[in-house]
């Protein structure tokens, strides 16, 4: 067989390797919803368990961004989009009842959120509606949606499994995100409380403690404190983001993309109510 043949194959079968990589887990059409998943960490986290099999709702308050988001992803397996305000708990009924209708089901909610408008932003600059912004994001939406969901899978008798990403500065905390920090500290203790609740009935909750990735996002956020530090942008993210973790990198889709579907199957069971951190050594503590 001539080389030329010979390296393409090579060059085949490595490219077949790499797309099948991520396939290692396969959650065999898993009914998932991911909120706040027409960009950033929602979106990728989406893509990454539809590579892996996974059957996707994603949501966003902004139909454009989600009806784009739904198009990119189209090539990667089933996605439904759902437009659902984390604000508005009517929005949040009808995203867990028009997403149970779209999938048939739903077997689990990977819970993501953005910032609110404030941030970032120091405390004595918050107002009373920052506060009370927060506390709806951060709280009261992965709150109301669990009860929904626990509700639902009671009345059904199945399993179910709760996902909150939140970020690791609810362990150490970023003095520009405190209300976010603030309101999203109870996040590890609704997975624990919901894991010792109804664990027994098939129903369990992570929190999963998030470093840095690279986001539209976060270099909005950073951007903006380069500005008010009045710095150029690449001496913020160097000092925040790049020199926090000895890897010197923000973390891989693929990475997070395998700790949550790894969540998602029943291998991780035992694990019910843990709290999870993927920060690449950037917090410092041992102890959560």
Known sequence: MPDAVKNTDKVINLR????????????????????????GIGFNVARELLRRNARVVISSKNIRNLQ??????????????????LYDHKELENLISVSWELLGGI?????????????PCLLHEASYQ?????????????GYLTTLLVRKWLEKRTK?????????????PMPPLVLADVSRAGLIQ???????????????????????????????????????RGEPFEETWEREVLSRTPLHRTGKWEEIGSLVAFLLTEEAEYMLGSTVVIDGAMSRGIVI
């Open 68 to 85: 784009r988001a739904k198009e990119e992803l189209k090539g990667a397996g089933e996605v439904h989009a759902v437009r659902a305000n």
């Open 130 to 142: 920052d506060w009370l912004d927060a506390a709806k994001l951060h709280t009261i939406a992965p």
């Open 160 to 172: 179910g499994t709760l996902i909150y990403l939140n970020s690791v500065s609810v362990k150490e």
């Open 16 to 39: 077949v390797l790499l797309n099948t990589m991520t396939l290692d887990i396969n959650l065999n059409g898993l009914r998932v919803v991911v909120t706040a998943s027409s960009r």
């Open 190 to 228: 609704l997975a624990k409380s919901v894991s010792r609740t109804y664990g027994s009935q098939g129903i369990r909750a992570y929190s999963v403690l998030l470093g840095s990735f690279d986001t539209p996002g976060a270099r909005e956020n950073l951007r903006r404190l380069a500005e008010e």
């Open 107 to 119: 077997d689990a909610l990977v819970w993501n959120a953005g910032n609110i408008s404030c941030e």
